[in-house]
């Protein structure tokens, strides 16, 4: 009887020591063979600096469990017939860890050369669709400034890998639209 209850232990400790929490200032959950499970939380920092849960994702159930607030506005859906039409929903287009998660692929906007030489500057507006799987597709630009800054962010954000959580109108998920903005500025030299 000794025996068993020590392997047992023993079993215990070495599934507990499989999982690992992680925990840093944007995210906080379990690690299991360098993969997210269970429930994780997704942070931001609100204007007086405090630090508030934005989302949390069970990623075992791939599942959204919990979001901030949003505003409550029409957003761009597509219906049964394939036509779009502006409806408010339960939660609009989400990507898993947030927009500080999302921040992290604006980090690797490249300033393109021809902007740089004309002082281009500004903001350039990249329109997709996401599907009822998370997928996204059909990215365009819906406002542009040129000299190569519409295609780096075109290139951008469709390097962003498929962690979108589609929109929902009741327990349903829907098409729709998410548009991102991509910020070209010249650095003071």
Same mark, same amino acid.
């Given at each position: ?5 020590? !392997?047992?232990?023993?079993? %215990?400790?070495? =599934? =507990? ?6 925990? !840093?200032?944007?995210? !906080? ?14 942070? %931001? ?14 990623? &075992? ?7 901030? $607030?949003?505003?409550?506005? /029409?957003? /761009? ?10 409806? @408010?929903? &339960?939660? #609009?287009?989400? +990507?898993?860890?947030?927009? %500080? ?10 300033? /393109? ?13 990249? *329109? +997709? ?6 997928? =996204? !597709? ?8 040129? *000299? ?9 954000? @469709?390097?962003? /890998? =498929?962690?979108?959580? $589609? ?13 991102? #903005? +991509?910020? +070209?500025?010249?650095? $003071?030299?």
């Amino acid at each position: 009887m000794k025996q068993l209850l020590l !392997s047992c232990l023993l079993l %215990a400790s070495a =599934a =507990a020591s499989a999982q690992k929490m992680r925990k !840093s200032e944007l995210e !906080s959950g379990l690690l299991e063979k360098g993969q997210k499970v269970g429930v994780w939380e997704y942070y %931001a920092y609100t204007r007086d600096g405090s630090q508030v849960v934005t989302q949390k994702y069970d990623h &075992t159930a791939k599942k959204l469990v919990f979001n901030r $607030p949003f505003d409550d506005v /029409p957003y /761009p859906v597509q219906t049964a017939a394939g036509e779009w039409t502006r409806q @408010r929903v &339960t939660h #609009p287009v989400f +990507f898993i860890g947030g927009d %500080a998660a999302l921040a992290t692929y604006m980090t690797k906007l490249n300033y /393109p050369v021809a902007a740089q030489s004309k002082n281009v500057q500004g903001r350039v507006l990249v *329109s +997709f669709v996401v599907d009822t799987l998370g997928q =996204a !597709s059909n990215h365009q630009v819906l406002l542009g400034i040129g *000299s190569g800054c519409d295609e780096e962010a075109l290139r951008v954000a @469709r390097s962003i /890998p =498929a962690q979108w959580i $589609p929109a929902r109108i009741g327990s349903h998920a829907v098409v729709s639209k998410y548009e991102m #903005p +991509f910020t +070209f500025r010249m650095r $003071p030299q």
